[in-house]
């Protein structure tokens, strides 16, 4: 079968070109797409780059053109044409502070899954001028373990982030992924106050890339259906609202598009916030996105639920307490300081 070899740029001379592979999908492997399949043996050739060779038609499936969503069966043979990919950097070990707020970040431990409260401002995963996260650090911290994400979080956000310690555990959990098999639920801080009760926001989402590479989200006709369930839980008079949201998708940042797009971004949200307002709340302590995965939960096929649930950060917490004060601050600001009072006459 003739091919057109994608290549980049090879200002450098750094670049390898691949061979071609000829591959057989595992009973473990069934079930993933084909794009994440080709992806994991190419390295870090970027998506893009996947999504267009195989849809090209390069990437052949049982003899045939595949697109990139199709799901893939145990024993279907897969051919990936060479490619030109810059060689994979040596990993990086994680630092020492890494692997401690690795090791303290994990609640919940048995034989199929690891649970983490995953801090704001870690990744879960290297890359993007992160050299490891989350995932790197858990295995360095236990190599004879296949540890796999089963979902991911925005680095900014904290909170419940589920680990397979094996691929049967991955796949099943992936499956319940697919199938809206999972709950999970989000304390978010956004902008004003929500008069829009409990509400479903059904607005299709569309990753798109801006110059420099910077990857954003926005609400588009033409992108992936997208259902979040916004439920207000505390009001903070018409500054702000505390709010419970349940993805029934889980697209990439959408409780962050779909809360601006409501016209009450996540405080805190730098790339589809309100600044003032972003500033109004650093005023009183809030240093970081205030978005946090609260609980998951879901039933294993086999029987027996699984449900676990993280607190409000306490940086977090603290922001709330000074918010519900802020009121009566103001309103002892306004009285100005209180005068002595005068004695009786007698």
Known sequence: MPYAEDTLPDEDGAEIR???????????EAGQRLDNFVQR???????SRVYRVIRKGEVRVNGRRAGPATRLQAEDRIRIPPVRVLPAPEPGRPG????????????????RLLVLDKPAGVAVHGGSGVSSGVIEALRALRPEESLELVHRLDRDTSGCLLVARDTPTLRVLHALL???????????????????????????????????????????????????????????????????????????????????????????????????????????????????????????????????????PAELSAVLE?????????????????RAARPRAR
Do not use: C
Request: aromatic residues 6%; charged residues 30%.
């Open 178 to 312: 697919r199938e809206d098999g999972f709950e999970k639920r989000y304390l978010a801080l956004l902008k004003g106050r929500w008069e829009l009760g409990d509400k479903r926001i059904d607005v299709p989402l569309r990753t798109d890339t801006r110059v420099g590479g910077e990857r954003t989200v926005r609400a588009d006709a033409s992108g992936k259906p997208s259902t979040s369930r916004f439920r207000p839980v505390q009001f903070f008079g018409r500054v702000a609202t505390l709010m419970e949201v349940e993805l029934d998708t889980g697209r990439t940042h959408q409780i962050r598009v779909h809360a601006a797009h409501a016209g009450h971004p996540v405080a805190g949200d730098a790339k589809y916030g309100d600044a003032s307002f972003n500033r109004e709340l650093r005023a009183l302590g809030l240093t970081r996105m205030f978005l946090h995965a609260s609980s998951v939960s879901f039933t294993w096929p086999q029987g027996g639920e699984f449900s676990v649930n993280t607190p409000l």
């Open 18 to 28: 691949t061979q071609v592979q000829h591959l057989t999908v595992s009973p473990e």
């Open 41 to 47: 043996r190419l390295g870090d050739l970027p998506r």
């Open 322 to 338: 000074r918010l519900a004060a802020e009121p009566r601050r103001k309103a002892m600001a306004a009285r100005g300081p209180r």
């Open 96 to 111: 020492p502070d890494l692997l401690e707020r690795m090791r303290g970040a994990i609640i919940h431990e048995d034989p």
